[in-house]
Each structure stands twice: as C-alpha cells, then as structure tokens.
C-alpha cells in the first residue's frame, strides 16, 4: 500500500502538482505540536493547501477524537477545493468499528480498491525484477520454488531471494533447489506427513 501511495505521489509530482505524503501517526502528531504550540492555523495550512493528501494507514485515526474531527475538517475543505485525496488502510471502512460515522461515510465516496496478495506468476515477476536489479542469475525452478513457498507479503519474498543470494556469495554454493530448501528452511517450513492416524489422536 506504502509502494502505490509512493508512485502515485511521484506521478502527481511529475504533473506539477503540490502532493504531501503522511501517516496517520504523523497526522496525529502534527496535530499534537500544533495544539501545544498553539499553532492550529499553521497546521491546517499545511494539510489543506495541497492538491493531494496521501494518507497511509488511515485506520489508526479510528478512536482518535481530536484527529478524527481536524480529519474530517481537511476532508472538507480539500473536497469542496476539488483536491484529491488518497488513503490505505488495512480493513475496510465499515470494519474500523471506532470511526465516526460522518468519516466512514467520506471513506466510502470514493473509490475502493482491494489489494489481494500477489499471484503465482506475479511472485515469480516480481523474482524475476529482483534478480535483473541485483545482475544476477538464479535458475528459473529456484525463482518458481521460492515464488511457491513464500505468498505472505512481497517484502518477504524479496527478503528471501536476497537471503538466497548472500548465502550462496558468502559460501561459495551454487544455487538450487535443494540449496533454496536449506537456505530458507526457517521460512518455507518443512511439510511433514501426516498419517490418519495421527489426525485421529
């Protein structure tokens, strides 16, 4: 979520368009600096002068009655400026139990988008990126192993390739399967087979 908000901040830029980028934990804290220093009006200068206000992790506002109301404030005016604004979240809003109904409402004018986990093919893209930047070579059934067994997140399956790579400089090994299997036992586990019998007990 973090990596699209990034590009479509970048793309904005490229369009000459003034983009801020923050988390809700900067968002929440900005408004904490602003109301001990009693600088209020700076502070929503700096949040509704923008042509785009990216938001990450919008959910931790949820709970938070002050940020809640100064966010719903910005909302406001950078909506009635016809402004963009962009937020990630990691549940839907009518899953954030703790958000006020008249935020829930503005999160869901928009357009939602779900971000699945990647596929197989799209994991094995993403390998396949990862070692054309790094200029080097891992055989095509290692990418497809590793590709299979990690699908939690991307960040780990480019963890893993990394790992496989610095192991394989360090030690002198020659990357393979059975090399990947060893390598990342930790994380791909090892698949035990279980008998019916040991279901039943």
Same mark, same amino acid.
């Given at each position: ?85 962009? %937020?990630? *979240? $990691?549940? &839907? !809003?009518?899953?954030?139990? =703790?958000?006020?109904?008249? #935020? ?6 928009? %357009?939602? *988008? $779900?971000? &699945? !986990?990647?596929?197989?093919? =799209?994991?094995?893209?993403? #390998? ?74």
């Amino acid at each position: 979520k973090t990596h699209l908000l990034h590009a479509i901040g970048h793309a904005a830029r490229r369009r000459g368009l003034t983009v801020r980028y923050v988390t809700s934990e900067m968002f929440t804290n900005d408004l904490i600096t602003s109301i001990r220093s009693q600088s209020q009006e700076t502070f929503r200068n700096k949040y509704r002068s923008v042509d785009l206000l990216m938001m990450d992790d919008v959910q931790f506002i949820a709970g938070k009655e002050s940020t809640q109301e100064e966010f719903f404030h910005t909302f406001n005016a950078l909506q009635m400026a016809n402004k963009q604004i962009v %937020l990630t *979240s $990691d549940r &839907a !809003p009518k899953m954030m139990v =703790t958000l006020e109904d008249r #935020l829930r409402s503005r999160f869901e004018w928009g %357009l939602m *988008s $779900d971000i &699945a !986990p990647p596929d197989l093919e =799209t994991r094995m893209a993403i #390998l396949l990126h990862k070692v054309a930047s790094l200029q080097t070579d891992v055989p095509p059934d290692v990418i497809e192993f590793v590709a299979k067994q990690i699908q939690s997140n991307v960040r780990e399956l480019e963890g893993a390739l990394t790992r496989l790579i610095a192991t394989s400089e360090m030690t002198g090994r020659q990357i393979t399967v059975q090399f990947a299997r060893d390598t990342l036992a930790d994380l791909v586990g090892k698949r035990a087979h279980i008998t019916p019998s040991q279901v039943i007990e």
